[in-house]
């Protein structure tokens, strides 16, 4: 199994949003997989979580600030085994006084 994700979303101020990657086809994972994650956000204050399953990758954090997509491969800064069944997840936190923009890039490589 081989995938990508990706995906942009508008995170209002003051809100959660609990899964970037929400209603992905590759959300829960088929198979063993290698998983890349980059993720970038429009604005400085923003806070990124990153999970593969019960693993956290990344505990919340600030995420790079962009204007645009990730890029391969300078924005993949997170990657992690996972095994089939496991959910990948994305929270990301606003706490700003204004919308901020998060984009993500996941590749997902068989490694079965």
Do not use: H, W
């Not at 508008?10 to 590759?26: C, I, M, P």
């Not at 399953?53 to 300078?74: A, F, N, Q, Y």
């Amino acid at each position: 199994m081989s995938g990508v994700i990706q995906k942009e979303t508008s995170v209002a101020a003051g809100a959660v949003l609990d899964n970037l990657l929400s209603g992905s086809a590759f959300e829960y994972l088929r198979a063993p997989a290698i998983v890349s994650f980059a993720i970038v956000a429009s604005a400085t204050g923003g806070f990124i979580t990153i999970q593969a399953g019960p693993s956290i990758i990344l505990e919340e954090s600030p995420p790079t600030v962009k204007t645009s997509m990730p890029t391969v491969p300078d924005d993949f800064l997170y990657q992690a085994a996972a095994a089939p069944g496991d959910r990948l997840v994305v929270r990301c936190r606003n706490p700003t006084g204004g919308a901020v923009i998060f984009r993500g890039v996941v590749q997902i490589t068989d490694a079965g």
